[in-house]
């Protein structure tokens, strides 16, 4: 039969590898992608992520300092207040694109505004800033440069010593302060200053949350601010946890929506804004709703199906779906039946139906929503979560290009309700004690410089 020579022997490898790599390419297509069923999930979160703050002009000085105010709440509960505190308790959100600063919160603390020369006046006057929340577009403010220094929020972090638990953030960003339209109020006046941090806060960070204590429904969430790559430590899993390893993971992409805010006068110095995050392609992109390749939430109702671009917002206590997604499953708002009417939606059996007031820029926002047979979430681990009877609000919550008049309403908003602990709430009064449902996950873990959502499905 002759001979084999060594670069024959090497070609026969080399083909035989080939075929091999073949086949198990064309294996791995092939392979059904598995399901994680989540039930029980209820319309509103018991909690969302929050940090403690410490602000400063200078990082070389020591952070601005107030005096405590006075909350309905704390009346109730008869809270003693010091005198003077440097903290700020935020929420951690990744549907802000900036960083929010209540008015009040600004007033203690000093913190001063942005002004510009009037070219009409000579005057100095402020800056404002026009954004748009789920209620419509707001005014704000723009702050003075500040620093910004973050420590975790959970059980023995040091909120008095600066030097200790806070980590200061190296660059210096400008916040908006207010709103100024009154947005916000009511809740204001129930739970005290409404501040938030929201994605420049976050650039190049790691935040993990643990939401296993909310599960008894009488505590808090933890939240942790981390560099990217800091190790897990089990040892210090209640305290000071590092990143947990994660089991699903989530591809994310990312939308700026800055054009659609506006500085006045233009001349003047806007807030520090940044990118966020989507369950889905990113929704702006001039290429195309699926230009990115990252895989987009899927609802399924009535043998009917939809899929889009959902913000991952743990701003937000509920999570929604525009009117046009809902229509897509056969689902609509019907007509009021008067000025004092509930919204209701038809295609759906009015004792399948819920409605909530969602509040945040522009003010409050009452909805009506219904259960989806399926919310479908694909991750990177081809392991499809989903939720079984997924609770979704239908509110459009749309931008316009100030500039061009261009108009982007959101596909949907992934809130905490689909991440932590979960109730049943019924407008005006605590939630409903037999709805309250635990969280499906141990840990989540929002990986901002790699675009990725992790979660740790909770142990049985």
Partial sequence: ??????????????????????????????????????????????DQPRVNVMLRRDPRQLPLAGKAGTDLLDLMEAKPKAKKTYNISAFLDTGASGMVISAKTADAMGILRATVRSATTGQMQRVLFHDVGVGGTDRFEVSEPLY???????????????????????????????????????????????????????????????????????????????????????????????????????KLSYASFGRFTQTVPASGPGPTLGRNPFIGPDPLAKAGAMADGTPPVTIVHGGKSSVGSWLLDTGAAVS???????????????????LLSEPVLTGVAKEKQFTLTVGGIGGGKKSAGFYVDELRVQTMERDVLVYKQAPVLVCDITVSDPKTGEKYTLDGVFGMNFLVASAKLTEGLLPDIGKLTEGPFDWVVFDEPNGVLGVQLRRP
């Fill in 148 to 250: 910004v220094a973050m420590a975790a929020y959970a059980p023995g972090t040091d909120t008095e010593d600066p030097g200790r638990d806070y980590r200061m953030l190296p660059w210096a960003m400008r916040a908006q302060v207010g709103p100024l339209g009154g947005g916000a109020g009511l809740l204001e006046a129930l739970v005290g200053s409404l501040d938030v941090m929201g994605m420049p806060t976050m650039a190049g960070k790691v935040v993990v949350i643990d939401p296993k204590p909310v599960n008894g429904f009488d505590d808090t969430l933890r939240t942790y601010v981390y560099e990217a790559r800091t190790p897990y430590n089990a040892a210090q899993a209640k305290r000071n946890p590092g990143i947990p390893p994660m089991n699903r993971h989530v």
């Fill in 320 to 338: 929604m779906i525009s009117t046009k997604q809902a229509a897509a499953v056969g689902i609509t708002y019907g007509q009021a039946g008067g």
């Fill in 1 to 46: 039969m002759g001979y084999t020579t060594a670069s024959s022997r090497q070609a026969g490898c080399a083909a035989w590898r080939s075929a091999w790599a073949a086949a198990v390419v064309l294996l791995i297509g092939v392979l059904p992608v598995v399901a994680t069923d989540i039930e029980g999930v209820q319309p509103a979160a018991l």
